[in-house]
Nanobody
Framework: QVKLVESGGGLVQAGGSLRLSCVLS????????MGWFRQVPGNDREFAAA????????HYADSVKGRFTVTRDDHTNMAYLQMNDLKPEDTAVYLC??????????????????WGQGTQVTVSS
């Protein structure tokens, strides 16, 4: 049973940084397209970033481009989301997700088969 577990969330002031981590319990992370989404209560999951399974091709939502960086460590089966210059509107539960088939709709939640439980990020003004 594949599991994803996120960590690294917390409370930070506007302009600060956080690095989120996501560990894949089984398999090899390089065979998965990894995505990061965020969700505010009452809203749908919103795409933040993704990294392809073949080569370091990355994608970002316009709202985070230039501030967030998604990476992957194939040796430790970890994915990361480095978040800089955080803004209050970045406050959300952040979830990592894994897609074993490399779907082209990387920004759509339905593309991803496995999900973590999420980690809370709160940015104060």
């Amino acid at each position: 049973q594949v599991k994803l577990v996120e960590s690294g969330g917390g409370l930070v002031q506007a302009g600060g940084s956080l690095r989120l981590s996501c560990v894949l319990s089984e398999g090899t992370i390089s065979t998965y397209q990894m995505g990061w989404f965020r969700q505010v209560p009452g809203n749908d999951r919103e795409f933040a970033a993704a990294i392809s399974r073949n080569g370091p091709i990355t994608h970002y939502a316009d709202s985070v481009k230039g501030r967030f960086t998604v990476t992957r460590d194939d040796h430790t089966n970890m994915a990361y989301l480095q978040m800089n210059d955080l803004k209050p509107e970045d406050t959300a539960v952040y979830l990592c997700a894994a897609d074993p088939w490399g779907g082209t709709s990387y920004n759509t939640p339905g593309t991803y088969h496995y999900w973590g439980q999420g980690t809370q990020v709160t940015v104060s003004s």
